[in-house]
């Protein structure tokens, strides 16, 4: 069984399309992060989030921590081409960072 | 920078063949890492380490072993190498439970 749950696990939209990507649990995380990976390469930290409720923002991409510090999202507004990826969200929990199975994003021009 | 290095960047086995994934991080962090990324799939912690001498098993850890001698190295033993092994290895490394930051990846192929 997968600690976190992402969904969709695969996205395929046009450029300049919003989306919103979802990292699930029933376990409550101290903090999550998230992190995209390229082709060949290990995964790359974009943000942390550890308070419930907690918005933060990195240009385009908007990052929010469930009130119960059990779930996560990222949303995406006006997509890129240059935003196609493996997003992951990871939760730290017990002294151990876990991650989820991904959410494959394509955008297509 | 160097940050986390892995070697070997490739590696073919036979079944039941044994060897050792290098790990080493030149950022003095406490906590280090294995995973194994499957193909399109998210990352499975298989051992992880909060110190030197302290090592812990993850969600995936039957078939390999490690040790954590020194705070720079970490490195993942495979005694009998399986099909089921043939995987993405990643090693990462982090201050406590911050960013954590990852090698490049060993494609391990068991056949």
Redesign the interface.
Known sequence: TQLLEQSPQFLSIQEGENLTVYCNSSSVFSSLQWYRQEPGEGPVLLVTVVTGGEVKKLKRLTFQFGDARKDSSLHITAAQTGDTGLYLCAGERAQKLVFGQGTRLTINP | NAG?TQTPKFRILKIGQSMTLQCTQDMNHN?M?W?RQDP??????IY?S?GAGIT?K??VPNGYNVSRSTTEDFPLRLELAAPSQTSVY?C?S?YS????F????TRLTVV
């Open positions: 986390v906590y890492y995973y399109g799939m998210g990352l499975k912690l992880y909060v812990d993850g969600e990643f990462a982090s439970l911050a960013e954590a990852f090698g490049q990846g």
